[in-house]
């Protein structure tokens, strides 16, 4: 017995436009957003990674978010203060 053909006329509407909700869908022209520029490099400046537990971290981010302040400028003067308090 052969298969009967699947009809799909009418599953779509070809005469209206979808309602633009705002929320950009899958396939759509993307915004070609400017790229952020990079941070400017200070004189010397030297890369460092640091793993921190979750807890210590969180209390990181809590603060910097409190405060206003990035990661960066917490760890630079906590390291800076630790560094002048053992005359390092």
Known sequence: ??????????????????????????????VIAEPKPAPKKREGEKRLTLALDGDTYRRLRIYAATTDQTHQDIMERALAEYLNSVKA
């Open 1 to 30: 017995m052969a298969k009967k053909a699947v009809v799909l006329e009418g599953l779509l509407n070809t005469e209206s436009r979808p309602v633009d909700t705002g929320i950009p869908q899958r396939g759509a022209a993307h």
